[in-house]
């Protein structure tokens, strides 16, 4: 079993920056892709930013040029930085994992518990 423990949301005013990070724990495991989702109220979960295990990353065309997505091996972690943080950025934020275990050819999904970003004005 794996967990995802996130941290970084909080209140921001637009314009501002906010990083976010989730970190994996447990063994055995490696991270094949990570992802930040978002779900606003009244809204469907949608995908942010995607990062692959070789390191090419996507990201939805509302976010490209304000968010970067990376990720630490080593660590076992992912960071998503926001920048120029506008009104309609405002959502949960979840870390989403794609999951190797040592042995298994098949791959198991992982979500965090959210974290809120709000952006005021």
């Known amino acids: 079993q794996v967990q995802l423990v996130e941290s970084g949301g909080g209140l921001v005013q637009a314009g501002g920056s906010l990083r976010l990070s989730c970190a994996a724990s447990?063994?055995?495991?490696?991270?094949?892709?990570w992802a930040w989702y978002r779900q606003a109220p009244g809204n469907e979960r949608e995908l942010v930013a995607r990062i692959s295990s070789g390191g090419n990353t996507n990201y939805v065309d509302s976010v490209k040029g304000r968010f970067t997505i990376s990720r630490d091996n080593a660590k076992n972690s992912v960071h998503l930085q926001m920048n120029s943080l506008e009104l309609e950025d405002t959502a949960v934020y979840y870390c989403y994992a794609l999951v190797n275990f040592q042995g298994s050819r098949n791959m198991y999904q992982f979500w965090g518990q959210g974290t809120q970003v709000t952006v005021s004005s």
């Open positions: 447990g063994s055995g495991f490696s991270i094949n892709t």
